[in-house]
C-alpha cells in the first residue's frame, strides 16, 4: 500500500528545515510574489536554492505555490519572475488559473503541475478535465465529503493523484475563493492578503437609528457568525487511507516553528501507526492531546463526513486555546555535562516544570534545576530576555532542533 505524503506548510527558510526534521514527506512554500500566502513573507532565490538542497538530500519534496488569481499587471512581471527562477529543481507548481497554467508550461515545459484548492475541484467531470490537461495532482476544495472523494476516485484516472487538506483553519468560503476581505478591507484574499474579516465580532445597526448596535445571535450563542473551528482529520486517518488520497495537507505558513513541530509531529506519529497496524484507540487520544498542546481553535472534521453543521463553528470568541506556550530551542548538547545549549523564546524560572520534545522522541517532563548565561557562566534564576543564549541541565540526551515548551499555568 503505497503511504499518505504528508505535506507541510514552509512560510519561509527555516519553517522548510523544521516541518521536514519533524517528519514532512513534502513541503509547499511560495515566492515573494504571486502567492496566497503574501503576509507569509515568502522565499527568496537564494532561500529556494538552499530550501530544495536541504529537502532533495533528504528525499523530500518541494512545491511552489503561485496560486492568486492574476491581474493584467501581473502578467509581465509573472513571466520575468518564471525566467528567473526556471532553473531551479521544484518539484511542482500550485496553481489555480490556466493562465498562469499555460504560462508556466511555455517557461518551464518539464514543469509537474498541481492544481490548487482555489480552483474549487469538486467533482470527476471537472478532476477528468484538468487530467486532459495534464495536471498529475489535484488539491480537493474542502467542502467534499469522504463519501464524495471515494466515488470521484472510482471514475478518474489511476495515475491522477488526489491531495486534500486534513488538518488547520476552514474559510467561510468556498476553498478561500472569498470577496469579503476585498470589500471590507480592500485586501484581496484572492491575491495573497486576505484581512480574515470572517474572524470579526459583527453587530446590527438599524439604519434610523445611528450608533445603536444590536448583537447578531445565533442560538444565543455569541456574534462570531463566521468563525469556522480548525480542521482536525488525525483521528481519521484510516478513513483517509480508505478512499486513497495521495497526500494529507497541513494548513499554516503563517504558523510558527512551535506549531509546525508539533503539529507535523503529531500526524507523523499517526500515520506512521497507522500503516504499521499500531493505530488503536490509546494511540489516537495520545496523538490528540500531543496536537492539542500547539495554538489552535477548537477542533472539527470539518466536510468530510457530510455537511458541516452548527458544530463546525464557535459562536462565542475567535481566539485560540494556547495551553502551552514555546520557552526554548535547542542549539546543542555537551554530552559530558549533560547542559543544553537552549536559544530563550519566552521566560523561564528556574522551578518550572517544562516539557523536551524532537522528531525522533515523545515529550518527557523536567524540572529545571540549573540554568546558566551562555557567554557569562552566570548562575540564572529566570531567563527573561528575548533569544538569550543559556546553559540548561537536561534530564536525558538532546538534539539540536529539539524544542522546550511550559504549559501555561
Known amino acids: ?12 527558510l527555516e519553517k522548510l528545515k523544521i516541518a521536514i526534521e519533524y517528519g514532512a514527506d513534502a513541503v509547499y512554500f511560495g515566492g515573494q510574489m504571486f502567492s496566497l500566502r503574501a503576509g507569509a513573507g515568502g522565499f527568496t532565490k537564494e532561500d529556494m536554492i538552499d530550501g530544495l538542497e536541504f529537502a532533495h538530500e533528504r528525499g523530500k519534496k518541494c512545491y511552489m505555490t503561485l496560486n492568486i488569481f492574476a491581474h493584467n499587471e501581473d502578467i509581465k512581471p509573472l513571466t520575468e519572475y518564471l525566467h528567473s527562477i526556471k532553473e531551479l529543481p521544484i518539484d511542482a507548481f500550485l496553481i489555480s488559473d490556466p493562465g498562469i497554467m499555460a504560462i508556466v508550461k511555455d517557461i518551464i515545459p518539464n514543469a509537474e503541475i498541481h492544481l490548487s484548492t482555489q480552483a474549487n475541484m469538486t467533482n470527476y467531470a471537472t478532476a477528468n478535465f484538468w487530467y486532459n490537461m495534464g495536471l498529475k495532482r489535484l488539491v480537493l476544495a474542502r467542502e467534499l465529503s469522504l463519501a464524495e472523494i471515494k466515488e470521484l476516485m472510482k471514475n478518474i484516472p489511476d495515475d491522477l493523484e488526489i491531495e486534500a487538506f486534513v488538518h488547520g483553519a476552514m474559510c467561510i468560503s468556498y476553498s478561500g475563493r472569498c470577496l469579503l476581505s476585498n470589500f471590507m478591507a480592500d485586501r484581496d484574499s484572492n ?14 445597526q438599524e439604519e434610523k437609528r445611528p450608533g445603536e448596535y444590536y448583537p447578531i445571535e445565533e442560538d444565543e450563542r455569541g456574534t462570531y457568525i463566521m468563525n469556522s473551528k480548525d480542521l482536525c482529520m488525525i483521528e481519521h486517518i484510516e478513513d483517509l487511507a480508505k478512499v486513497n488520497i495521495a497526500s494529507a495537507k497541513i494548513e499554516g505558513r503563517n504558523k510558527s516553528i512551535f506549531y509546525l513541530a508539533i503539529v507535523i509531529g503529531a500526524y507523523r506519529r499517526a500515520i506512521d501507526a497507522y500503516y504499521d497496524g499500531k493505530y488503536d484507540a490509546e494511540e489516537k487520544e495520545q496523538c490528540l492531546i500531543e496536537l492539542s498542546k500547539a495554538s489552535h481553535r477548537e477542533f472539527t472534521t470539518g466536510f468530510y463526513y457530510e455537511k458541516a453543521d452548527e458544530d463546525a463553528q464557535n459562536y462565542k470568541s475567535s481566539s485560540y486555546v494556547r495551553e502551552y506556550s514555546f520557552v526554548g530551542m535547542i542549539k546543542g548538547y555537551e554530552e559530558d555535562t549533560s547542559m543544553a545549549i ?26 529545571l534545576t540549573e540554568m546558566y548565561d551562555l557567554e557569562t557562566g552566570e548562575a540564572l534564576k529566570s531567563a527573561p530576555h528575548p533569544q538569550q543564549m543559556l546553559k540548561i541541565k537536561v534530564d536525558r540526551p538532546v538534539k539540536v532542533n529539539y524544542m522546550m515548551r511550559k504549559e501555561n499555568k
Open 342 to 367: 537552549v536559544e530563550q523564546r519566552n521566560k523561564m524560572l528556574i522551578g518550572d516544570k517544562v516539557e523536551i520534545f524532537g522528531p525522533d522522541c515523545k515529550a518527557f517532563e523536567q524540572t
Open 191 to 204: 491575491r495573497g492578503r486576505c484581512a480574515h474579516p470572517c474572524r470579526w465580532k459583527y453587530a446590527l
Open 1 to 12: 500500500m503505497q503511504r499518505i505524503e504528508l505535506l507541510a506548510p514552509a512560510g519561509d
